[in-house]
């Protein structure tokens, strides 16, 4: 399984940026998708995700301002990210599981928020 995130890029605050994620490969048994982000020095912390069956989660502080989503189609896993604050800068990193518990991870893509 291979994941290419892209759409990262240079905002102001309250602005807005749309990652996406293609996913590729042997896809069939993946049952769970979603996006970290990481800024230097800290952890890499959970943002959403895509639960098996379709339930969908947030970290607290992008509940309301972004959103997860996913076309089976494409094979690709969106992430919409509306009212953009500083706080949000970071590398976002896609990642998906499989029902083998194997882990896949994009490359990473940066999003900065700065006026």
């Known amino acids: 399984v291979q994941l290419q995130a892209s759409g990262g890029g240079l905002v102001q605050p309250g602005e807005s940026l749309r990652l996406s994620c293609a996913v590729s490969?042997?896809?069939?048994?993946?049952?769970?998708v979603g996006w970290y982000r990481q800024v230097s020095g800290r952890e890499r912390e959970w943002v959403a995700k895509?639960?098996?069956?379709?339930?969908?989660m947030y970290e607290d502080s992008v509940k309301g301002r972004f959103t997860i989503s996913r076309d089976n189609v494409e094979n690709t896993v969106y992430l919409q990210m509306n009212s953009l604050k500083p706080e949000d800068t970071a590398v976002y990193y896609c990642?998906?599981?499989?029902?083998?518990?194997?882990?896949?991870w994009g490359q990473g893509t940066q999003v900065t928020v700065s006026s």
């Open positions: 990642y998906a599981y499989d029902s083998y518990q194997n882990e896949y």
């Open positions: 490969g042997t896809i069939q048994f993946i049952n769970n």
């Open positions: 895509i639960l098996i069956g379709g339930r969908i």
